[in-house]
């Protein structure tokens, strides 16, 4: 089945310690986003992608890095340097087609031990 | 910079009735999209419905279809014949032709009483 396939589902992290989230899809999509979701918020956007080795920052990038070497492949490594990382992580992808919406993986789960 | 504004955090509805969801949105843009995203429990992001700026008819999609008012900066969700399952967070969002974010609101969290 063609979707977006986000692991872990859960992931804790330590202290110091950076984590990375996958994000995979097989949809042939050219753009992968990464958002954040907190308690009573809507989503906001980390990082986006629009082609293999591009990537820009969206509103919230500090802490979080990101790699795009493959089509299929966007992972978010969040770093030591983000300083409140317990969240809900969305990874979503859409075609170039102007008018096409994005699709949404179904998350990992970010808590601090 | 764009913003959306979901003025009801919480509705609710007895099943088999019908609801509005409201949300109006800032831009000066003229070419841009629309959407409403469906969250239940299971937390994965489901679009419902989306609408192009430049088509005047508003979209429906089965049971659920939007109020687009392109002036007033409105773009209303509803909801007939509720069901249970249709229980879940509901976020409005926003994409400029020329951008690639999409920005969110708030969200609107629907419960349908049997």
């Known amino acids: 089945d063609g979707g977006i396939t986000q692991s872990p589902k859960y992931l804790f992290r330590k202290e110091g310690q950076n984590v990375t989230l996958s994000c995979e899809q097989n949809?042939?999509?050219?753009?992968m986003y990464w958002y954040r979701q907190d308690p009573g918020q809507g989503l906001r956007l980390i990082y986006y992608?629009?082609?293999?080795?591009?990537?820009q920052k969206g509103d919230i990038a500090e802490g979080y890095s990101v790699s795009r070497e493959k089509k299929e492949s966007f992972p978010l490594t969040v770093t030591s340097a983000q300083k409140n990382p317990t969240a809900f992580y969305l990874c979503?992808?859409?075609?170039?087609?102007?008018?096409?919406?994005?699709?949404f993986g179904d998350g990992t789960r970010l808590s601090i031990l | 910079a764009q913003t959306v504004t979901q003025s009801q955090p919480e509705m609710s509805v007895q099943e088999a009735e019908t609801v509005t969801l409201s949300c109006t949105y800032d831009?000066?843009?003229?070419?841009?999209?629309l959407f409403w995203y469906k969250q239940p429990p299971s937390r994965q992001m489901i679009l419902v419905i989306r609408?192009?700026?430049?088509?005047?008819q508003n979209a429906t999609e089965n049971r659920f279809s939007v109020n687009f008012q392109k002036a007033a900066k409105s773009f209303s969700l509803k909801i007939s014949d509720s069901q249970l399952g249709d229980a879940a967070m509901y976020f409005c969002?926003?994409?400029?032709?020329?951008?690639?974010?999409?920005?969110f609101g708030k969200g609107t969290k629907l419960t349908v009483n049997p």
């Open positions: 979503a992808s859409r075609t170039k087609l102007r008018n096409q919406p994005q699709h």
């Open positions: 949809l042939n999509h050219d753009a």
């Open positions: 992608s629009q082609i293999v080795n591009d990537f």
């Open positions: 831009t000066s843009e003229s070419d841009y999209y």
């Open positions: 609408q192009e700026a430049y088509k005047q």
């Open positions: 969002a926003y994409r400029s032709a020329r951008s690639e974010k999409l920005v």
